[in-house]
């Protein structure tokens, strides 16, 4: 099933969102926990944030990491030294794996893309062995995505097809309140815990900010790509004008909320 997340340049995607995945992982690995000696699932690896992460603070077994993205999937196993890491393409909705293969399975700032959420949950649930854990975060990006929120209402006010596209891309079910532990008990995940992880995204100028979003990378990527020059020019004057917000050019820092939601399969 393809990806939702439009994939072009793996150095891009640090730009738009590696730099920022990087520092939400190590809070969503306490969240998940992960032990050593385990058999851990990577879904949705992108270009290792969560990955390498784990490969600095868990003593696992070994790690398999999967990314729809061919892309992203080159780019990580180019970073990759750890003999216990796997990193291979694959589909989040139909893990080649057989049942309860794992010790746990991760995912991060992935099922908002996965256009079945609700089966990548099952299929995840499905792989994990009885008594391991599912775990899963998503950016909260209607109520918790700063920088995010300020691109996509200055976008709709200016071009009424980024309202439907601001619509599709910020008010997702599964990154609402409630909507992974929803998927997560639905698919008869027991003990489910969701909770909100927070981090900022910290620019040093408007160009920091703005230059990433013109690489096509991502939704918003999608959108300015898809911009004739003189509407990407005005874009741009009023996104700067929002960015700024009557001070000088320089740094900013925006928060950042993701939804993580951990849930264990039900012993035998």
């Not at 003593?59 to 291979?88: H, K, S, W």
Request: proline letters at 5%; hydrophobic letters at 45%.
């Amino acid at each position: 099933m393809p990806s939702m997340f439009n994939a072009r340049d793996a150095d891009s995607y640090e730009q738009i969102m590696g730099r920022w995945s990087r520092r939400l992982a190590p809070l969503f690995v306490e969240h998940a926990g992960a032990a050593a000696g385990e058999r851990l699932l990577e879904v949705g690896c992108g270009t290792g944030s969560l990955t390498f992460t784990l490969a600095r603070t868990v003593d696992f077994e070994e790690l398999t990491a999967i990314d729809y993205a061919q892309v992203y999937v080159d780019a990580a196993r180019a970073r990759n030294a750890d003999p216990r890491i796997r990193i291979e393409q694959g589909d989040a909705a139909k893990l080649g794996f057989p049942d309860a293969r794992f010790d746990r399975a991760l995912s991060l700032l992935v099922l908002h893309f996965v256009a079945d959420a609700a089966g990548a949950v099952a299929e995840m649930r499905r792989v994990v062995r009885p008594g391991g854990v599912v775990a899963a975060a998503v950016w909260d990006s209607g109520g918790g995505m700063t920088a995010m929120r300020m691109f996509w209402d200055t976008a709709a006010a200016l071009d009424p097809a980024a309202a439907d596209t601001r619509g599709r891309a910020m008010s997702k079910a599964v990154t609402g309140p409630g909507g992974l532990a929803q998927l997560f008990r639905a698919a008869g995940l027991t003990q489910v815990d969701e909770r909100s992880l927070l981090v900022r995204m910290e620019h040093a100028d408007f160009a920091d900010y703005w230059e990433p979003l013109l690489r096509g990378e991502g939704p918003i990527g999608a959108y300015v790509a898809g911009l004739g020059a003189p509407e990407r020019a005005r874009l741009e004057r009023h996104l700067r004008d929002a960015y700024l917000a009557g001070a000088p050019d320089g740094p900013r820092s925006y928060t950042a909320v993701a939804w993580s939601c951990r849930g264990l399969v039900p012993a035998a």
